[in-house]
């Protein structure tokens, strides 16, 4: 019961696992919800659906599995006709209800529980089946005369379908960080506990020591717990052919933000030259010098570059060569400088590696960065957090 | 045991139906939603309705999953054996039962609230997942297994600040308080100030939603706000031509501060109420 439903939800690229989908065949054998289409719709989506990002991409298929059927396949159920009715007159010219009278309301009824029976999957096209398109009196987008437009706009009733055809949920899609967990499981290779802050720890090797030195009387020692102590510089390239990237860029922005305590971004153009800056938009009022940012931050910072690293190799090589305004100085001094500052730093290129070698400019920084550029993938991402806490 | 929301809460079908599903079968119940839509309320008045005890869970960056179940109080344990008490003998005079143990033991349903999960640590709701399962856990210390006689009806909320692991999710119901509409809105008065007029009613709720459609806003007004608003408004005694004035754009409602709560919004604010003044 209900596979291809599952199935359907799964080819739609929703996170539905085989345990969900046996929640919600138990909750309905139990009956928690009754028999009507709305409930199920509810409960489905309570059973399936664990983030409500996910939310707008399960009204979509839900609408499109269930467009046109009125009632759960192998659930026994009335087909509201009331309900159907108020669709009609909504969506029906007079002239098309006047027409409509010819054949009846009831009739029609019929002819629409009939066709309900005999259908067994979805339908696109043709003229009987209830379905997309087509000229069938039943379905979405038909042109019969008296079709019935299932799905459409109900009459204000507060209906679960309108929440599914309005797709309400819309733009909370892509708000909220997507997939970045298994980011941050990667990012906490860098975690380094150490012991900071109030002491709220019994120190058991501490306490037998001061209790031995105290002649047997109980000397408790405590000490403060352990938190993760990695300070982290982020220096991302933005804008360009960056902008390819950007999805990936700010799920790893996203997960390290709330992964580390200390962590200081900047952005960058390309290549990083005696400016970075912190606020995209006021990239040109609000700079700060890098050498300000070297003297602030310091060595124990490790540090972490994410751009693509394609570019003229002027821009790497020549002074005056950066595309935004004459720099003084080469792209190339002042990467060395970074890394003299902070000896612990990798590059993260969101370009696929096999690509790295036909790009003169890759190759450049990589030499600079000592091959430490790894790609942003996860395993890259691994590699590269795993070269910074050496 | 079903759930009909109560009188002083209001609780839209979806929802029911998501906290019905989670009685009946017996799963915790994750709840999502905007800042002051009534995430923890819920539980209260779950627990409330159903006239069942109700036991609290409230997470803190520091918490840990153990603390939940058990904690073993070494400590004071040492000082006793120092002054030779005759308690030290027994180690269980020093286990503390967490949340769940006391759920777990009450021999009739309870309802547990976990009250925002995301604050805790990445791996919290993994360590919880066996015990939120099984509802049974290991004592290591008195070799003793806790198990539910009665599994209790758990409600987890967040506020979306950390992403859930993916088997405690599949482990749970699922359901997101999306914020109330207008009609939904009106019925949450009613319940918490039977006697509103009805015209003070409308135009603070125009007023309300109004703020709530501006862009940019940092942080929206909820749910809450409004009805603190409303509670100072019907304390001032405003009358409701007040709220009505014609270029309701270009005036700024009284004691707003109750419903901006950013510096931010309430400058925002302000400059466009200015704006919208020097184009009239």
């Known amino acids: 019961m209900l596979i291809d439903f599952f199935l359907h939800l799964k080819a739609k690229k929703l996170p539905v696992s085989t345990r969900e989908f046996l929640t919600l065949l138990e909750a309905l054998k139990k009956h928690v919800a009754g028999n009507s289409i709305d409930d199920f719709y509810f409960l489905a989506r309570t059973c399936l659906v664990k983030d409500e990002t996910h939310y707008d991409k399960f009204d979509q298929a839900f609408g499109e599995y269930f467009k046109g059927v009125t009632q759960i396949p192998g659930l026994e159920a009335d087909i509201p006709e009331e309900w159907l009715k108020m669709l009609m007159k909504k969506h029906l010219t007079p002239e098309e209800k006047a027409k409509l009278e010819k054949l009846g309301w009831d009739k029609l009824m019929e002819e629409f529980k009939k066709r309900l029976e005999e259908q067994k999957e979805r339908h696109s096209g043709g003229s009987k089946w209830i379905g997309t398109g087509g000229s069938s009196p039943f379905g979405h987008g038909g042109y019969h005369p008296e079709g019935i437009r299932i799905g459409g706009e109900s009459a204000g009733n507060r209906t679960a379908i309108k929440v599914w055809e309005n797709r309400e949920y819309r733009n909370l899609d892509d708000t909220v960080e997507l997939g970045t967990r298994n980011i941050k499981i990667a990012l906490r290779r860098l975690r380094r506990f150490a012991r900071e802050g109030a002491e709220d720890e019994l120190d058991l090797d501490g306490t037998i020591a001061g209790t031995a030195r105290n002649a047997g009387w109980l000397d408790i020692k405590m000490r403060p717990e352990r938190h993760n102590k990695v300070k982290v510089l982020l220096f991302l390239d933005i804008g360009g052919s960056m902008d390819d990237h950007i999805k990936v860029c700010e799920e790893l922005f996203s997960a390290a933000k709330s992964e580390f305590k200390h962590l200081e971004y900047f952005y960058f153009h390309n290549c990083i030259y005696d400016y970075v800056w912190k606020d995209n938009r006021r990239r040109h009022g609000e700079r700060s010098p890098l050498w300000d940012v070297m003297h602030k931050y310091g060595e124990d910072y490790k540090v972490v570059v994410v751009g693509d690293a394609t570019m003229s190799p002027y821009e790497v090589l020549q002074p005056g060569g950066s595309v935004e305004y004459s720099n003084e100085e080469a792209g190339a001094v002042w990467l060395q400088r970074m890394l003299d500052t902070w000896p612990r730093a990798v590059w993260l290129n969101p370009e696929p590696e096999r690509l790295w070698d036909y790009r003169h400019s890759i190759e450049l920084i990589r030499t600079i960065f000592n091959n430490r550029m790894f790609p942003l993938t996860l395993a890259g991402l691994e590699r590269g957090m795993r070269e910074l806490n050496k | ?280």
């Open chain 2, 1 to 280: 045991m079903r759930f009909e929301g109560t009188d002083s809460y209001v609780a839209t079908p979806d929802l029911m139906l998501a906290v019905n599903a989670a009685i009946t079968l017996q799963r915790p119940l994750l709840i999502k939603g905007e800042p002051g839509t009534g995430k923890t309320m819920l539980a209260e008045e779950v627990a409330g309705a159903l006239g069942i005890p109700l036991l609290q869970w409230h997470i803190k960056s520091t918490t840990k999953a153990q603390q939940g179940l058990y904690e073993y109080d070494a400590v004071s344990r040492l000082r006793d054996s120092q002054l030779g008490d005759e308690k030290v003998k027994d180690i269980s005079n020093y286990i503390v039962k967490g949340v769940l143990w006391q759920a777990f033991e009450q021999g009739k349903p309870s309802v547990i609230l976990i009250d925002e999960v995301d604050k805790a640590d990445i791996e919290f709701p993994n360590d919880l997942l066996r015990e939120l399962d099984r509802m049974e856990f290991y004592v290591y210390e008195t070799r003793q297994t806790v198990r539910a006689a009665v599994r209790p009806i758990v409600i987890i909320t967040s506020n979306n600040e950390k992403e859930l692991p993916d088997a405690f999710l599949r482990r749970c119901f699922f359901h997101y308080i999306k914020f109330p509409d207008k009609e939904t809105m009106g019925r949450i008065v009613d319940v918490h100030f039977p006697k509103l007029k009805q015209n003070l009613l409308r135009e603070a709720m125009e007023v309300f939603f109004e703020l709530r459609e501006i862009p940019g806003m940092k942080k929206k007004p909820s749910t809450s706000e409004l009805l603190d608003w409303l509670k100072l408004l019907v304390a001032e005694d405003i009358p409701p031509e007040v709220l009505r004035s014609k270029d309701r754009k270009t005036v700024v409602p009284p004691l707003a501060g109750a419903l901006l709560k950013n510096e931010q919004d309430v400058h925002l604010f302000e400059r466009l109420v200015f704006m919208a003044r020097n184009n009239r």
